[in-house]
């Protein structure tokens, strides 16, 4: 069926001497159009975005365990009940305060994409001719800790007071470091080793970047110390796996295809914990 329509663009009267408001349709005839059989295809615009931003924020979800470290030196026993309170911290420790366990990054219902150079909104998930697919968390970062009850450390005939730049005490994964308004690089995994401080008992955290950043990087075995085993690699920040593609998302165009979409940037607006993720077309191997 083929619909045609009159509208008003200009100044039409009508019997009683009022104007008739502009684009208001004033004739319309249907008719049926005979193709003749043949096949006929209607395409649609199908192009999709260039880029995507998406508007996020950043949600910790803090450490609540206790965690207590014993260590044997020379026979005599030092303990810290709590390797997470603050009064066992030693004075150089790099990172002293703000540990969680995980980050999550939640979608904050507004956004826009670029289509042929021009910036549209987003409306609800909705695009000139696409959806997008994702949940509400975008993306989800698990740190690494100490978790279990008590950690036990033994060491025969050291010397009480330890050099710092020895690195000899053993490293634990201590969480992941946030706090409210930072930017995603400063989110990131640290660790922490056991070290004497006028013959008390202390822990001296650090971010992993830091190590590396000092050419240790505590993920090999070396002659000073083991490795420390992570689930996930944590030579990352928040910011290098945004920038890495570690969130991705669907666009499913109105034929029902599946374009994937991987981050390639975040921009952060400071003071806040919310950030703007930019993504780009990926091949079909990201899902």
Do not use: W
Request: aromatic share 14%.
């Amino acid at each position: 069926m083929l619909i045609r329509s009159l509208r008003n663009f200009g100044k039409i009267y009508d019997q009683q001497h009022y104007i008739i408001p502009d684009s208001v349709e004033i004739l319309r005839s249907s008719t049926i159009v005979d193709f003749g059989g043949a096949d006929c295809e209607i395409e649609m615009d199908c192009n999709t975005p260039d880029f995507i931003f998406l508007s996020a924020s950043i949600h910790p979800i803090y450490i609540s365990n206790t965690t207590k470290l014993i260590r044997n030196e020379n026979g005599k026993n030092h303990e810290i009940q709590n390797i997470y309170d603050s009064k066992f911290f030693s004075v150089d420790s790099e990172v002293k305060s703000h540990f969680c366990s995980s980050i999550k990054i939640y979608y904050e219902d507004n956004g826009y994409f670029i289509l042929d150079n021009r910036k549209e909104e987003l409306h609800e998930k909705i695009g000139a001719n696409f959806r997008l697919n994702f949940s509400k968390t975008l993306l989800q970062i698990d740190f690494d800790h100490s978790n279990v009850p008590e950690i036990f450390e033994k060491s025969i005939n050291q010397k009480i007071v330890e050099e710092d730049h020895t690195f000899s005490s053993k490293f634990y994964p201590y969480g992941g470091f946030y706090f409210y308004g930072c930017h995603p690089a400063q989110i990131e995994q640290c660790v922490f080793r056991s070290i004497f401080e006028h013959q008390h008992l202390r822990v001296k955290s650090y971010s992993f970047s830091s190590l590396l950043n000092k050419n240790i990087d505590i993920r090999k075995n070396t002659e000073r110390f083991k490795k420390v085993n992570f689930s996930a690699a944590p030579s990352l920040s928040l910011y290098d796996k945004l920038k890495d593609g570690g969130c991705r998302i669907q666009l499913i165009t109105y034929d029902e295809k599946i374009i994937p979409y991987q981050s390639v940037s975040a921009s952060h607006i400071a003071g806040t914990n919310l950030i703007t993720i930019k993504f780009k077309r990926g091949n079909n191997e990201l899902f």
